[in-house]
């Protein structure tokens, strides 16, 4: 079965600084791999995606994230947050089948943005 | 991108009615749309895989006699929380997969915010 960590439950950090948020899965093959966000009472907005190919990938609103293998992480980063980037960041992880295979979702991590 | 619409965003209802709520891909088709339930800081849990003209696929634990899917067209789908009971009181989003040649990505509604008094 896969399943999806999210170590960390809280992050805070300064707008401006650099932002790391962890993610490690466990699936049986090579898989699909997602990173969301979501504002207070809002759906989820896809941030990028991992299929193939080039393991560091960019995504929107300067986020990027690198798959690697060997430690079985996709982890989330940007150079320098912005006050609006505060929200709640899921990692998601799908089955590298092409039929309609469920998402499996990390617990979350809520970023806060402090001054 | 693809949008899919879930209406209502919110809704208050008396313990022991029922709630429909609706999920609409709007600018594609949706074979298989998926419901998750999401408790308050917690990650979002799938209840159900919602397949166009066949039965739905429920989740280990799920009550499918409470939380009825109806998937009719390939645009709609629809969830409905019979007998609620302020336990059943979350946040219900659906999500709709789109294919595009040997790609695939999830889209997702704005979400439901279900309280029952």
């Known amino acids: 079965a896969q399943s999806v960590t999210q170590p960390d439950i809280h992050i805070t950090v300064s707008e401006g600084a650099s932002l790391e948020l962890r993610c490690n899965y466990s699936?049986?093959?090579?898989?699909?791999l997602f990173w969301y966000v979501q504002s207070p009472g809002q759906g989820l907005q896809l941030l990028l995606k991992y299929f193939s190919g080039d393991t560091l990938v960019q995504g929107i609103k300067g986020f990027e994230a690198e798959f690697k293998r060997s430690q079985s992480s996709f982890n989330l980063r940007k150079p320098s947050v912005h006050w609006s980037d505060a929200a709640e960041y899921f990692c998601a992880v799908g089955a590298r089948r092409g039929g309609n295979e469920k998402l499996t979702f990390g617990t979350g991590t809520r970023l806060t943005i402090i001054p | 991108g693809a949008v899919v619409s879930q209406h209502p965003s919110w809704v208050i209802c008396k313990s022991g009615t029922s709630v429909k709520i609706e999920c609409r891909s709007l600018d594609f088709q949706a074979t298989t749309m998926f419901w998750y339930r999401q408790f308050p800081k917690q990650s979002l849990m799938l209840m159900a895989t919602s397949n166009e003209g066949s039965k739905a696929t429920y989740e280990q634990g799920v009550e499918k006699d409470k939380f009825l899917i109806n998937h009719a067209s390939l645009t709609l789908s629809t969830l409905t929380v019979t007998s609620a009971h302020p336990e059943d009181s979350s946040f219900y989003i659906c999500?709709?997969?789109?294919?595009?040649?040997?790609?695939?990505?999830?889209?997702f509604g704005q979400g439901t915010r279900l309280t029952v008094v």
């Open positions: 699936y049986g093959a090579t898989p699909y």
């Open positions: 999500s709709a997969r789109v294919f595009r040649d040997r790609d695939t990505e999830a889209f």
